[in-house]
């Protein structure tokens, strides 16, 4: 009951931090439709790469709730990698030409390589690691794809608040 009472009330203080994001008009890629929703998945893959790094280098879990572990972390990456891929298209109405211009700043501006390390660091590197953790020793390998999404969500949100300042207000 704990357990869930938790999860429920983290993904509803990501959801709210979305909607808090949302209510700063002059900063339009905070804007985005669907970040709440967004936020979400980043929590699920925060909470489950969180535990894998934390109790699977400790060696304290069983296999099978660290391959339930690895599931959760592996579906999430999926979501969280959709997301980005249709980010552009979230544009806020109403704001679609100041938006595609912060977007270009991600894809193809100062905050290009960022974002892209972001992407391969932090969501294709783990999904690959996971895919092929059941051939090898999944023990190490879990840990250390939860600490690259980790640090992947990191240079993610950092990049976020940046790339969202980037573009003058007045």
């Known amino acids: 009951a704990l357990g869930w ?11 709210y931090t979305g909607w808090l ?3 700063a008009k002059g900063r339009v890629l905070w804007m985005k439709r669907g970040y709440w929703a967004h936020l979400i998945v980043q929590a699920f893959v925060a909470g489950a790469a969180l535990l894998l790094l934390v109790f699977g280098l400790e060696g304290g879990l069983g296999g099978e ?17 959709i997301f980005l891929r249709v980010e552009g298209r979230m544009a806020p109405r109403g704001r679609e030409e100041e938006f595609a211009r912060v977007i270009r700043l991600l ?29 090898f020793d999944s023990s190490l390998i ?3 794809a939860a600490a690259l999404a980790l640090v992947g969500l990191w240079i993610e949100k950092d ?3 940046r790339a969202g300042q980037a573009l003058p207000i007045s």
């Open 21 to 23: 994001f949302a209510q």
């Open 142 to 144: 879990l840990p250390v």
């Open 107 to 135: 894809t193809h501006g100062p905050f290009r390589s960022r974002h892209l390390a972001s992407s391969i660091l932090g969501v294709v590197a783990p999904v690959g690691m996971i895919s092929f953790s059941e051939a």
């Open 159 to 161: 990049t976020f608040v």
């Open 5 to 15: 009472t938790t999860s429920v009330m983290a993904a509803l203080t990501a959801c």
């Open 65 to 81: 709730w660290m391959k339930a572990m690895g599931d959760v972390l592996f579906i999430s990456l999926i979501v969280h990698y």
